[in-house]
Every structure is written in structure tokens, then in C-alpha cells.
């Protein structure tokens, strides 16, 4: 294979020229030098810069498409890069972030479980698997990954956090969140896509922090503890892993103190896949 990339004019185009290469010859499994040398610069300074856009190593994300290459990341088996290069997506500046407006209902209504609440469900292709959303009468609230077979279990997983609500299988009314949230082409400031957060005071306080970590980047969870104003690095861990709302909510954005990548409730291979699917995104712009 062949490395010739000349006119390498910014750290975005630098990352989306690896990302290119990883994605074309992933079954090479192109080493850390031989990337390095396509774009002009050290092993050094390149693992640097692309895990400090991409969240994850190159090697990271080399993984990612490896183990999820072609299976179920999406549907129609389009390669996972390749799909999202070919989204055509424009105008100005680089997509900064999914626009999501949000609301919290009443702490009564976590701590009666749910009850007097219906819930309509269904699941749908995304680029992360099968994505089973629900939503109330106000909003998106639940969102979650399966792989094939795994459908009744993601549903348990869900529904057991609000266990006395009424449960509605209507995949007319969660389609059109489906698109919202894993078509780029549909991500408007003007026209939000509308969640509602159910969970206790303090769970939402770092759902919504999660909200702020930029698109393509990551924080730890002391940074995101910071955030919020406390300082409790395993108790904010422990609600960002109660995050019902996956994706939309960032909770893959959220790394260990080393820069490591930590657990993820659907699979670390998935945060991986996530991490590098924003960066094609976000490097596309």
C-alpha cells in the first residue's frame, strides 16, 4: 500500500488523512510509524495529536474498526468510515456537536419508578448496532445498543429503571429520533432534538455536564466532577454508567485519568467505535 499525502495543513486535516488510511487498509494492520510517516511527522507527535481529537490512540481506533468492521456497526454493512465520509454533509465551519435540548422531569416521578409514565419503544439499525430508543410524550428518553439477539435483554436493561411505567412497543414514534440521532444531516440548532432526563438530582446534574464535553474530544471524570462542582471522581463514574440516554448523552466522551479508555454499560469495543465514528465526522468538516 501506498502513503503519499502531501500539504498537510492542519491538525483536522492531519487526523481525518489517518483515519482515511486506517479505514482503507485496516486488514494491514498498518503500524504507528508507517501512519506516521504518510502525514510527515514523528509516532510521537502523532499519537499525541490524534488522541487528543479522537479521544483514543491510533492503535485504539485501528481496533475499533477491526473488530467492527463489516459486522454491525451498520447497516447494509457499509465500512464504518466510508459511510460516514460519504455523508456529504456541509455548510459553515465543522459540525461542533449534536443540538439537544433537554428537560428533567420531577424527581417524584424517579422515585415512584416510573409509575402513571408511558413509555413508547423500538428498535432500529444504527452505526453502533441495534439502538433500542424510548420516549415519553416529551421526549426522547432512553437509548441504548444490542447486537442481534440481544434485544429482549436491552429492553430489561432499560425498563428496569423505571419499573412501574407503562410500556408502549410503537416504532412509528421513536423512528423519527432513531434519524435524529445518528444522521448528522438532521443535527439543526433551529430545530433541537427534544430528551428528557429521568433520573435523581445529582445523576442529572452530570448528565447534563456530560452535555458540555465538545464533540470529538474527551474529559476524566474528576475533570467532569469539576464541572459540576463536585469532587467525587467514583460517584460521578457511577452515574455517568446510569446514563440512559447513550450517545446522545456523551458518556463514551468520559476516560479514565491516564487517558485510558474505562468501561462503557454497552461495550468498550462500541466506545471505541463511537469515539472514532465522531472523529470522521468532526475531521470531515
Request: with cysteine; aromatic share 10%; net charge neutral.
Amino acid at each position: 500500500m501506498s502513503y503519499i499525502y502531501p500539504d498537510i495543513d492542519s491538525d483536522y486535516q492531519t487526523v481525518r488523512r489517518i483515519i482515511e488510511l486506517i479505514s482503507e487498509n485496516w486488514k494491514s494492520q498498518p503500524e504507528l510509524n508507517e501512519l506516521a510517516n504518510a502525514v510527515g511527522q514523528s509516532p510521537t507527535q502523532l499519537q499525541k495529536l490524534f488522541t487528543r481529537w479522537a479521544g483514543l490512540s491510533p492503535k485504539g481506533f485501528l481496533q475499533a474498526v477491526t473488530l467492527d468492521h463489516a459486522k454491525r456497526l451498520l447497516a447494509g454493512n457499509v465500512p464504518l468510515l466510508d459511510a460516514s465520509f460519504e455523508l456529504g454533509l456541509s455548510g459553515p465551519g465543522r459540525l461542533h456537536d449534536l443540538f439537544v435540548s433537554h428537560e428533567a422531569m420531577s424527581p417524584g416521578v424517579y422515585k415512584s419508578g416510573g409509575e402513571g409514565l408511558e413509555i413508547y419503544f423500538g428498535y432500529h439499525p444504527s452505526p453502533f448496532g441495534i439502538a433500542l430508543v424510548m420516549a415519553t410524550e416529551r421526549g426522547m428518553s432512553g437509548l441504548s445498543f444490542c447486537d442481534p439477539g440481544g434485544e429482549a435483554d436491552a429492553f430489561e436493561d432499560m425498563s428496569k429503571r423505571w419499573p412501574k411505567a407503562r410500556y408502549i412497543e410503537d416504532v412509528a414514534r421513536t423512528a423519527p429520533y432513531a434519524v435524529r440521532s445518528f444522521d448528522p444531516t438532521t443535527w439543526r440548532a433551529d430545530e433541537p432534538l427534544r430528551v428528557v432526563m429521568i433520573g435523581t438530582d445529582f445523576e442529572i446534574r452530570v448528565w447534563e455536564g456530560l452535555l458540555n464535553i465538545p464533540f470529538g474530544k474527551a474529559t476524566t471524570y474528576s475533570d467532569l466532577g469539576s464541572s459540576i462542582g463536585k469532587n467525587a471522581p467514583r460517584a460521578v463514574g457511577g452515574a455517568v454508567g446510569r446514563n440512559p440516554l447513550s450517545f446522545v448523552v456523551p458518556c463514551h466522551r468520559v476516560v479514565g485519568k491516564s487517558g485510558a479508555l474505562t468501561g462503557y454499560h454497552w461495550g468498550l469495543t462500541r466506545k471505541r467505535a463511537i469515539l472514532g465514528w465522531e472523529t470522521g465526522i468532526g475531521s470531515s468538516q
